[in-house]
T-cell receptor, first 113, second 112 residues
Framework: GEQVEQLPSILRVQEGSSASINCSYEDSASNYFPWYKQEPGENPKLIIDIRSNMERKQIQELIVLLDKKAKRFSLHITDTQPGDSAMYFCAASRDTGYQNFYFGKGTSLTVIP | EAAVTQSPRSKVAVTGGKVTLSCHQTNNHDYMYWYRQDTGHGLRLIHYSYVADSTEKGDIPDGYKASRPSQENFSLILELASLSQTAVYFC???????????FGEGTRLSVL
């Protein structure tokens, strides 16, 4: 299946600064890229997504960028708060053939007050 | 409200025993998935299904079987549980329009 690489695996930032997580994928047919946030002991929850017909999407403090040519996408959290501390997962899928979602290995984000 | 419900929420099993994890969705979704989560490995796809009475292998199917008797229900079966299958298991569902999956609350399985 698709391979999704996610970096960094651990990220520590000061409160109020920005945090960036980068993902890359191999299958050029992948065209949908959701991001999930997972708090300790809970399930992953969708926070933002982007489709291949867009290059940038923003929801409040969350910005997702997609570079189809480079097969890379990234999540940027601006003005981080302690409540942003969590695990973050990127994923990739395609809408042709079987609809499977392939996940990166996750980034543990800690926002230091 | 859309929901994916897993049972049990936690389980302790003995090596060599049979374990069945159940998942129920009320979202009218075609696709259902079983993922395994281990520290350092993220979420790995075990089995999935896009229609009732049919299941497909994911990336790590060895040691697991799946069953989809209806659109709403999807089970993961460990016929002979092993220590290496200790993990958190998540069920998820999605529609057939390539929308992000909705995850259940997870099942924490410990095999001793």
């Amino acid at each position: 299946g698709e391979q999704v690489e996610q970096l960094p695996s651990i990220l520590r930032v000061q409160e109020g600064s920005s945090a960036s997580i980068n993902c890359s994928y191999e299958d050029s047919a992948s065209n949908y890229f959701p991001w999930y946030k997972q708090e300790p002991g809970e399930n992953p929850k969708l926070i933002i997504d982007i489709r291949s017909n867009m290059e940038r999407k923003q929801i409040q403090e969350l910005i997702v960028l997609l570079d189809k040519k480079a097969k890379r996408f990234s999540l940027h959290i601006t003005d981080t708060q302690p409540g942003d501390s969590a695990m973050y997962f990127c994923a990739a899928s395609r809408d042709t053939g079987y609809q499977n979602f392939y996940f990166g290995k996750g980034t543990s984000l800690t926002v230091i007050p | 409200e859309a929901a994916v419900t897993q049972s049990p929420r936690s389980k302790v099993a003995v090596t060599g025993g049979k374990v069945t994890l159940s998942c129920h969705q009320t979202n009218n979704h075609d696709y259902m998935y079983w993922y395994r989560q281990d520290t350092g490995h993220g979420l790995r796809l075990i089995h999935y299904s896009y229609v009732a009475d049919s299941t497909e292998k994911g990336d790590i199917p060895d040691g697991y079987k799946a069953s989809r008797p209806s659109q709403e229900n999807f089970s993961l079966i460990l016929e002979l549980a092993s220590l290496s299958q200790t993990a958190v298991y998540f069920c998820a569902s999605s529609d057939n329009n390539n929308q992000a999956p909705l995850f259940g609350e997870g099942t924490r399985l410990s095999v001793l």
